[in-house]
């Protein structure tokens, strides 16, 4: 199983521990996962994500048969087609895309774009519905959550398309879900990094009315704890605990 | 349905006492047709997780018919009927906090009476009313005289006032706890919301204030940081409404490399310490 909501480095609002590609690698083993896709956590926060892409393949290189470099693409940037190709010619599995971060809205047709182009070069695309808590966030950190319109949007962008989204909540994902045609729903994957177990079971919820071949394993670590999205899995029903998770 | 533990199959925490410190139930008032199935759902998780005891609160009608925060007296005593009823049922499993609302001293006074005199052994403070508020005294004078921990909502830093509850933060409690040096305070869930740095800070000094580590905030490096800023001794484990951050952070308690000692006091030897005596048969200290 990939882990495909990880990052390595610092977080401009508050310490995160050792957020290095060896620590990572520890806690794969650990929580016996194959491999994870891995973005760089600050460059979410730079204007531009050249540097940033260029110090997370460099960091990852050591560590590429289990550590997937998805750098991040800013389609409002000069070049970003090439930085694209460049992901590719890499190896990287897929890129990411900051929409509030970057001040794009739910239908700026420079998303639109980038999502079709990956999808043409067989990358996923993967966004961030948050990093933290609404109500811990620093005052400095004003970009909001992403919003389920821009994932609606990117869905019906085109055939190509497909879509990792992580960090998102039970409302959001059925408010996505249940406003695409069948067609569109298959270019959506979720990471079950935010979604509530028991007593509410919102995983369990979802998996039995959207379908658990939708989502996929994702932790947000360095952020976040990787043990939480494994105890959610391990609290399912039991009758949905042989459920198989999707695989991107 | 939620999970549930097959015959021979061990808890996911593993087989010592596990103490729940900060739980809730529903009820047939509280507004909701699936409350009898989201009770069961604790249960069954707390079996496989393998909780003692669920120590646990009814918020009133849970803003059917009053305000979660804000719940009407008539509410606060169906609310604690419903969960006095369900602590008598499943005695064996369960325990009660006494809810109430400090806008109505008299009610609030009379329920902890009430309550307590039916097996309560705690009470429940929801955010009607700033901690520091000098209505919380009597309330927090009469829990201290009867052994009673009262467990406080609390928002991590509050830097402004947010719609449908008066928040109050670790600081705010502390001054109540300073003024009542021999009542016992939990302070509600360092991961259900703010910035738990800053509560840390405002009640390292207040050694009558436990935090409790509930919510579904699972931010790597706080418990690492409770742990450093107060000890294992002052720390709680609790679930609150999500059970699957409490089970990832027992995993993360051992993970971060504490010494048994020090998880069995997060598990359950703090909470048999400080609610009344011989209030959990099964976990003998």
Same mark, same amino acid.
């Given at each position: 199983?990939? %882990? ?64 997937? #470099? ?5 389609? %409002?940037?000069?070049?970003?087609? #090439?930085?694209?190709?460049? #992901? ?28 079709? /182009? ?14 933290? %808590? ?13 919003? /389920? ?5 990117? /869905?019906? /962008? ?24 069948? #067609? ?6 979720? %990471? ?57 | 349905?939620?999970? +549930? ?9 593993? +087989? ?40 646990? +609160? ?9 305000? $979660? ?46 309550? $307590? ?34 467990? &406080? ?35 509600? &869930? ?8 800053? $509560? ?13 580590? +509930? ?29 699957? $951050? ?40």
């Amino acid at each position: 199983m990939i %882990d495909v909501n990880t990052f390595i480095g610092g977080y401009p609002f508050r310490h995160v521990p050792h957020p290095t590609p060896d620590a990572l690698l520890r806690v794969l083993d650990r929580e016996g996962l194959d491999g994870a896709w891995v973005g760089h956590l600050p460059t979410a926060f730079y204007r531009d994500p050249t540097l940033g892409n260029a110090e997370l393949f460099a960091l990852l290189q050591p560590f590429a048969s289990r550590l997937h #470099a998805v750098p991040a693409i800013r389609p %409002d940037w000069p070049g970003w087609e #090439a930085a694209l190709r460049e #992901a590719k010619s890499a190896g990287s599995p897929a890129v990411r895309a900051y929409p509030t971060q970057w001040g794009l809205g739910p239908h700026d047709p420079r998303l639109r774009e980038l999502a079709i /182009a990956a999808g043409e070069l067989g990358l996923s695309l993967v966004l961030t519905v948050r990093f933290e %808590d609404l109500r811990q966030r620093h005052p400095l950190d004003a970009a909001g959550d992403l919003s /389920a319109a821009t994932v609606r949007s990117l /869905a019906r /962008a085109g055939e190509t398309v497909r879509l990792v989204v992580t960090a998102a909540g039970r409302e959001m994902i059925e408010e996505v879900h249940w406003g695409l045609t069948p #067609a569109e729903q298959r270019r959506v994957f979720w %990471d079950i990094s935010w979604i509530w177990g028991p007593p509410e079971d919102h995983l369990a919820k979802l998996f039995r009315t959207v379908g658990a071949e939708r989502f996929v394993f994702g932790s947000q670590w360095p952020l976040r704890l990787t043990q939480a999205p494994r105890a959610n899995l391990d609290l399912l029903p039991d009758d949905l605990r042989p459920a198989s998770l999707g695989r991107v | 349905m939620t999970a +549930s533990r097959g015959a021979g199959e061990a808890p996911l925490a593993g +087989s010592a006492p596990l103490i729940d410190a900060h739980a809730h139930f529903y009820h047939a008032a509280a507004g909701r047709a699936d409350w009898a199935e989201v009770n069961a759902a604790r249960f069954r998780a707390g079996e496989r997780i393998g909780i003692t005891y669920h120590v646990a +609160s009814v918020l009133g009608s849970y803003g059917f018919s009053s305000p $979660t925060y804000f719940p009407s007296p008539a509410d606060v005593e169906r609310g604690n009927d419903a969960m006095l009823e369900i602590a008598t049922r499943d005695h064996d499993r369960v325990r009660m906090f006494t809810t109430v609302n400090p806008n109505y001293t008299d009610h609030t006074l009379r329920e902890i009476e009430r309550c $307590t005199k039916r097996g309560a052994i705690g009470v429940k403070l929801l955010a009607s009313r700033r901690a520091d508020d000098p209505l919380l005294d009597p309330i927090a004078a009469l829990a201290g005289e009867r052994g009673l921990p009262v467990l &406080h909502h609390i928002w991590q830093h509050r830097t402004r006032e947010w719609p449908s509850q008066e928040i109050s933060d670790g600081i705010d409690l502390s001054r109540l706890a300073e003024r009542h040096p021999k009542t016992t305070f939990i302070l509600a &869930h360092i991961g259900g919301g703010g910035d738990y740095m800053h $509560t840390f800070r405002a009640v390292a000094d207040v050694p009558n204030v436990y935090p409790d580590l +509930s919510g579904s905030g699972v931010d790597r490096g706080m418990l690492d940081a409770a742990v450093a800023a107060l000890g294992a001794d002052r720390l709680l484990w609790g679930c609150d409404l999500t059970m699957c $951050t409490g089970l990832a952070k027992l995993r993360a308690l051992d993970t971060i490399g504490l010494p048994a000692h020090e998880i069995e006091a997060i598990r359950w030897r703090n909470a048999a310490r400080i609610f009344p005596p011989n209030s959990f048969e099964r976990c003998t200290p």
